[in-house]
DNA sequence: CTGAAAGCGCTTACAG
DNA sequence: CTGAAAGCGCTTACAG
């Protein structure tokens, strides 16, 4: 079956293949009459415009590209999720891909995107990778930073991220609320631009609270070592350490399991307030407290500005979000 | 900033425009001199062919759709992530999209990807949507089934799944074995082919082993409600069921709930057999042993029948994967 | 083994 | 408001 083409459609309607395209793309200054009659002729035709030769005449592509660490990671599946939902809803398909943390698959993944004719990604950044994004810039793009930042500025890269110092605050005014003041962090040293801010402003909060004695970061070497975790536990109760904050996700179900494995029990031990578990927060016994950047918010906001940037031409903004407490019974009060 | 073209390439390399298209395509018939020349070139310019002029002048397009009920969901976003890393490996790129289980949702999925000249698509089926696919193989689609199967023989449809009685039997078998006979299955009622083929194997198996008379399949109504599974579990324990086989994995999360709710230990009390619940029944205390359908073979095996069905123009087969048993804590011999 | 040229199906200035 | 024509960047016969 010869497929049918645009000039197919002119001849039956019985006008020129400009005035078609016009039609089926709903550019204004064509009559109501050949509206209709190409319209009608295009159904009946059962036509669907060649898209490989629009995207290469006009240079104009409604996909956009996503980039995460890892689609397999429930918080960065959630995301994509959300965004493949407003990207449908507002005619875009979305190429999924994921960067194991390395620049180079970053790289890459620009590159495809770029001989795919795509304008504007949305990206979780890795360490160090302000030189990739910079490449998108040259290949025109612009760029939206989901969940963390990077240290560069140009009007094309916008970020969409939590507000960390505000998310802190709430970890331990919720701790010290419900009666936990030795406070401790435990995380692993990636470099990450959330983690490095989350440190920080523990430390600065703890200050201001006037617990700053008990500041103390715990850093994993080896996150799949479970003996470290297992020591990191022993060692911070026996100094009577009485609430973890823990700001990577799954971290917290380690630590959760070295507790319970050291027989000591959640709360009435040690306490524990994570970040970003969602599901897998929900599901432990006890459930586990945590700070949460909604991943709809982000997904939406994200693709909102990168809209107003790659259409209005507005230039890329930082955007703070407001975390959110979600209270689960690993941070209740101990009477 | 001008794009590079192939003209830039052909002209930098000192060769025509045709011998380095049929570099980058790796086409026979061009000497190793220039060969290395122009991938030299076109390492040194950064140069990226434009696929839009490519899929337009010849027709092919190195993409497929991937449609599963929901990619924020870790089974599938797991499934999703390893097509990713095989399609791009093979030089192909994949849109995603998620069906929620709906037809109609399935349905317009198929006429965007078609929109985008894909030709091939993997996909989970949802009840009844054997319409649906008619409509892709119409559109000159092939489609692999992914994990589910559907009632219909054509030859441009094939379908990868778990050997669903290999699996049951070895979950009963692993059970029999730790000394529990009194084995019972709840799940809900979603006219998943998955499901019912289960619960038809749980029955036959239960009556091969002579355990017919323990043979119960409790339905729940609203998986939504815990108070429903909290019943099944505390009548089940009353009357004496020693086990759990739970053919939904996240379903298996709910009953280890309810039977710590209930005050009732795993597996003294009762033992618990999920599937495909991976990371989710590692962190679970005890940890859950499982029945598996790798989502690394699925992925592996769909997209291999896949490219041989649109390259080799092979029909579409039926494989049945090996189920695999993951031994956790829950299902421990009690001495 | 190599090069010059046609053409895939659209969109978009441009002229009327 | 409408039509004729150029050209996006490739691939592929075709001639040499």
């Known amino acids: 079956m010869k497929k049918t083409t645009i000039k197919d459609i002119a001849k039956e309607a019985g006008v020129s293949v400009g005035l078609a395209s016009m039609v089926f793309n709903g550019k204004p200054g064509v009559s109501q009459k050949n509206i209709e009659k190409v319209m009608a002729v295009m159904k009946k035709m059962n036509y669907t415009p060649n898209k ?193 904050l823990i700001p990577r996700g799954y971290l917290a179900l380690y630590v959760c399991k070295s507790i319970k494995k050291l027989g000591l029990r959640i709360p009435e031990d040690i306490a524990i307030i994570g970040c970003d578990g969602g599901q897998s927060y929900r599901i432990m016994t006890p459930t586990v407290s945590e700070i949460r950047q909604s991943p709809r918010e982000t997904a939406e906001e994200s693709f909102t500005m990168l809209m107003n940037m790659m259409k209005g031409d507005a230039p890329g903004e930082r955007l703070l979000l407001e975390p959110s407490l979600v209270i689960g019974d690993s941070t209740k009060k101990i009477i």
Chains 1, 2 share one sequence.
């Open 52 to 244: 490989a030769a629009a995207v290469l005449r006009s240079g104009v592509k409604k996909t956009i590209g996503v980039i995460t660490p890892d689609l397999a990671n429930h918080y960065f599946s959630d995301i994509s999720r959300h965004i493949e939902n407003i990207a449908y809803e507002n005619g875009y398909t979305v190429l999924f891909g994921s960067s194991d943390e390395r620049r180079d698959k970053i790289s890459s993944l620009i590159d495809t995107f770029n001989a795919d004719g795509i304008k504007g990604i949305l990206l979780t950044p890795c360490e160090d990778c302000e030189g990739d994004i910079m490449k998108a810039i040259r290949y025109g793009m612009k760029v939206v930073l989901m969940n963390r930042c990077l240290k560069m500025e140009n009007e094309n890269v916008g970020t969409v991220m939590l507000d960390n110092e505000k998310a802190i605050r709430t970890a331990i005014d919720h701790l010290i609320e419900n009666g936990y003041s030795r406070i401790e962090m435990i995380t692993n040293n990636e470099k990450l631009s959330t983690l490095n801010s989350r440190m920080d402003f523990y430390k600065k909060i703890m200050e201001e609270k006037g617990l700053g004695k008990y500041i103390r970061i715990n850093l994993l070497k080896d996150i799949e070592k479970e003996e470290e975790v297992d020591e990191i536990v022993r060692l911070a109760y026996k100094r009577g350490t009485e609430a973890f």
